[in-house]
Structures are given as structure tokens and as C-alpha cells.
């Protein structure tokens, strides 16, 4: 890669950063899934840093464990709603949306969507995470 491109690729990871839209994933196979999550045999989660003076909302959609993850941040009244809704249609499976030390969890049967959301202030990080249980 150039200098010129290096330069370019630097430059619009920065504007991300600072825009605070970038969400980082973590691994399932790098530590356990948060106790909330129950007895889950497949789990993910990201990160989702924004800066409190941006009204940007983020939205994301996965297809993951077989089913499909919905996750973002938008701003609100009561500060930033950290959100995450993960549908399965064949197992049991959960979200958590987790925001200030604090996380809802829902769980869920085949076929409907579990559905996490937390508000805190708008400086927080947002954890979302999805889980299915499968059968072993």
C-alpha cells in the first residue's frame, strides 16, 4: 500500500473513531458469556463506543448462530439506548444489551425475537450480545 493510501486508511479509521460509530467484536472462544446469558452453546457480543455530542445512531444486522442479530445505539430523551434483538427459528435463544454497569436480557422461543434494551447517559459503552442454545 501507498503512503498516500496507508495515509487515506489512517485519516477514515479516525473519522470513525471519533464519529463514534465503529464497534468492535469480541470472541466467544476469548471468555465466557456475562452470567445473564444462561447456558448458551453459541454467543457473541460487540462494543459500541459513540461520542456524547454526536447524534449518531448506529445500526447493525448479522446473520450469526443461524439466526439473525439486530444491535445499535440511538439517542434518546433519557440519554442513549443501547439495544440488541436476535432472532432465531429453530432454538431457544436470548439478547442483552448491557449500558453504565447495568443490562436487560431477554430470552426467547423458536420463531420470536429476543429483545434487550438499556438507557443510560450518552458517554456510555454499549455491550450488545446474542446467545442460542442448541441442543448438545
Request: proline letters at 6%; charged letters at 10%; hydrophobic letters at 40%.
Amino acid at each position: 500500500m501507498s503512503s498516500f493510501g496507508r495515509t487515506m486508511a489512517i485519516f477514515g479509521a479516525s473519522v470513525a473513531v471519533a464519529a463514534g460509530i465503529l464497534a468492535s467484536p469480541a470472541s466467544a472462544a476469548t471468555f465466557p458469556p456475562p452470567p445473564e446469558m444462561g447456558d448458551v452453546s453459541e454467543w457473541g457480543m460487540v462494543e459500541i463506543t459513540a461520542d456524547a455530542s454526536s447524534p449518531v445512531t448506529t445500526q447493525t444486522t448479522k446473520d450469526v448462530g443461524g439466526g439473525s442479530w439486530t444491535y445499535g445505539t440511538e439517542i434518546v430523551a433519557g440519554g442513549k439506548r443501547c439495544y440488541s434483538y436476535y432472532f432465531h427459528g429453530t432454538y431457544l435463544h436470548r439478547a442483552t444489551a448491557e449500558i453504565a454497569g447495568g443490562s436487560h436480557t431477554a430470552g426467547a422461543n423458536p420463531g420470536v425475537t429476543a429483545k434487550a434494551s438499556k438507557t443510560a447517559g450518552a458517554a456510555w459503552t454499549c455491550y450488545a450480545y446474542w446467545g442460542v442454545t442448541k441442543p448438545k
